[in-house]
Nanobody
Framework: EVQVVESGGGLVQAGGSLRLSCTAF????????IGWFRQAPGKEREVVSR??????YYADSVKGRFTISSDNAKKTVYLQMNSLKPEDTGVYYC????????????????????WGPGTQVTVSS
């Protein structure tokens, strides 16, 4: 089990940028897949991006605009969000599931066990 906490959300105008951080407490991310998910009002939670070591995935809606990266020394995974659109508005969650090489790196939120409380991102038009 790993505890994760998100930070970096806020209000930004369309076309702007934000960087979200997901920090682990109690352990490192070495044995975990990390995913970023978001949930807009009235919609289901959806994957935005996830990484297992160097393997990275992006939802089609954010490809070319968002970048996931990690700093192992800081036990932090980042989500750099550029060219933000109003439809990117939602609560962004960081989550983790146990992972090791040779096993699947999931994009399905149901496969993730450890979730942060979320951080609000609002993009105004």
């Amino acid at each position: 089990e790993v505890q994760v906490v998100e930070s970096g959300g806020g209000l930004v105008q369309a076309g702007g940028s934000l960087r979200l951080s997901c920090t682990a407490f109690g352990t490192t991310f070495d044995d975990y897949a990390i995913g970023w998910f978001r949930q807009a009002p009235g919609k289901e939670r959806e994957v935005v991006s996830r990484m297992c070591s160097s393997e990275k995935y992006y939802a089609d809606s954010v490809k070319g605009r968002f970048t996931i990266s990690s700093d192992n020394a800081k036990k932090t995974v980042y989500l750099q969000m550029n060219s933000l659109k109003p439809e990117d508005t939602g609560v962004y969650y960081c989550a983790a599931h146990r992972w090791e090489r040779g096993f699947l790196c999931y994009s399905d939120p149901d496969e993730y066990d450890d979730w942060g409380p979320g951080t609000q991102v609002t993009v105004s038009s």
